[in-house]
């Protein structure tokens, strides 16, 4: 320390340069500046025999490192602060309490509030993490750039979602008319479930006017099987399709009165098809209604 007192030129000696003295004098103020931190004195206790120079300089380097350390402090927790509001966002934008959220990504409660709270710095691989399980991006998370949902996450699960929808739907023939022997004019085709294919269905027929109005309605597909009896073995009250006069197929439902059949609209409005009417095959019923896939207008 006393050596510090010496004009760098007397202490430099023959094989010194006074440029590497200073650099020696720098690392002498350091190892003090670090005493200074370690043992929480104040500079001048342990410059008291350094120059004044010496002694100024190590006070105001040590005040800067102070203030530079001050600054990094605060930005942290602004960061910390801005990266727990987002998280919050996230979270309740998935419509998660703090307890779930941290469930799908294995945290406590606790720590996910503290999060929130900006008391606790979340590690870069657990900001990647989330990422990759909510499909929110990365930047939006980490530096609030951008949009929170990643597009081509979500682009991909579109997409997955579209393919596996696809892979449990099938399309079947959308008829219109009926002829003698089946023969049928398709009028487009119909999208529905594999289940409905299990369940019989074969063709689809489009209501046409209000006369199943309320359960059915202009516009909906009604899918059914084909069918070759007299109708004596369809429960009343079962929805069938009917091929009328000049081969046009309506939707109606057959229900017996005193051991009477008759077919009938849910809309009052429509008379029904009487059993004479029938019997002269006027009316053929042709098919018996497995599901019905309705319009909604949105």
Known sequence: ????????????????????????????????????????????????????????????????????????????????????????????????????????????????????????SIPDHTLRFISSTFGVSYEWLKEGKGEMWDRKVLVKELKDKTEETLESFTQIPVVRRSWTGFTMEVAGWGLVSKETILKGGQLAVQVKDDSMEPSLRNGDLVVFKLYTGDGSDIPSGKIVIVRGRNGELLVRRLVRIDAVMMLVSDNPKYPPILPEQIKVEEWRIIGVAVEAVKRIEL
């Not at 760098?8 to 190892?31: P, S």
């Open 1 to 120: 320390m006393k050596g510090l007192c010496k004009p760098f030129n007397q202490r430099a000696g023959d094989f010194l340069a006074g440029q590497h003295t200073k650099q020696i004098d720098m690392i002498n103020i350091e190892n003090v500046r670090q005493l200074a931190k370690t043992y929480s004195l104040p500079p001048s206790s342990l410059f008291y025999n350094i120059p004044y120079e010496v002694r100024t300089h190590v006070d105001k380097y040590i005040h800067d490192f102070v203030s530079c350390q001050e600054v990094k402090t605060r930005k942290c927790v602004k960061v910390m602060s801005d990266i727990g509001k987002r998280i919050r966002e996230l979270r309740e934008a998935l419509g998660l309490t703090q307890k779930q959220f941290g469930e799908r990504i294995g945290k406590s409660w606790r720590t996910v509030q503290d999060w929130e709270a900006g008391k606790s």
